[in-house]
């Protein structure tokens, strides 16, 4: 199985900071035929179903705010917010779908300072 | 508007089973592989189970033998049977769009195993 390690667990900053999500898998997402990384991120707030926010790594996800980007490729990946707004504080996961089982990564908890 | 809605948990004892549904609509569902993807009280999320539009299966470990996926693209409804039931399988359920197909998901239901 692929194993899907984020970091850090949880972080807490300031309204207007930058964020960063990290994601590393054991194993590469990267499909050589296409050249598409098979990795989502997804944003939790609680009480509530996971959301998609970006897909094949770097592709935001209809609607998704501008300030939310994916970066990396093959076992290495990074969620960025560019400026932390309110209504972002919740959990963020990565997963792979590039074998099965669809493995995700164990959650970054983002919180205000 | 695309809308998941999932149905059929509930309280069971161990060793039961229980019947999950997923009535979607606002998308072409017969197009789409759908997922079915847990999560326990307080932790992360579990995938569990996929099936596309050509009805190929895959399941996690922790469920195959026991778990069944299954749809009906006439009703444009998802379905997962469950058996052999632990107090392991407590969890809210969700059903979900592939990434590939918008990766949309409904509310969940709750399963709760316990006697």
């Known amino acids: 199985d692929i194993v899907m390690t984020q970091s850090p667990d949880s972080l807490t900053v300031s309204l207007g900071e930058r964020v960063s999500i990290n994601c590393k898998s054991s194993q590469t997402t990267l499909y050589s035929s296409n050249k598409k990384d098979y990795l989502v991120w997804y944003q939790q707030k609680p009480g509530q179903p996971p959301k998609m926010l970006i897909y094949w790594a770097s592709t935001r996800a209809s609607g998704v705010p501008d300030r939310f980007s994916g970066s990396g490729s093959g076992t290495d990946f990074t969620l960025t917010i560019s400026s932390l707004q309110a209504e972002d504080v919740a959990v963020y996961y990565c997963?792979?779908?590039?074998?099965?089982?669809?493995?995700f990564g164990q959650g970054t908890k983002v919180e205000m300072k | 508007e695309v809308q998941l809605v999932e149905s059929g948990g509930g309280l069971t004892q161990p060793g039961g089973s229980l019947r999950l549904s997923c009535a979607t609509s606002g998308f072409t569902f017969s197009n789409c592989g759908m997922n079915w993807v847990r999560q326990a009280p307080g932790k992360g999320l579990e995938w569990i189970s996929y099936?596309?539009?050509?009805?190929?299966?895959y399941y996690a470990d922790s469920v195959k033998g026991r778990f069944t996926i299954s749809r009906d693209n006439a009703r444009n409804s998802l379905y997962l049977q469950m058996n052999s039931l632990s107090a392991e399988d407590t969890a809210v359920y969700y059903c979900?769009?592939?990434?590939?197909?918008?990766?949309?998901w409904g509310q969940g239901t709750l399963v709760t195993v316990s006697s």
């Open positions: 099936i596309n539009s050509s009805r190929t299966i």
């Open positions: 979900a769009t592939d990434a590939r197909d918008g990766g949309y």
């Open positions: 997963q792979q779908y590039f074998n099965t089982p669809w493995t």
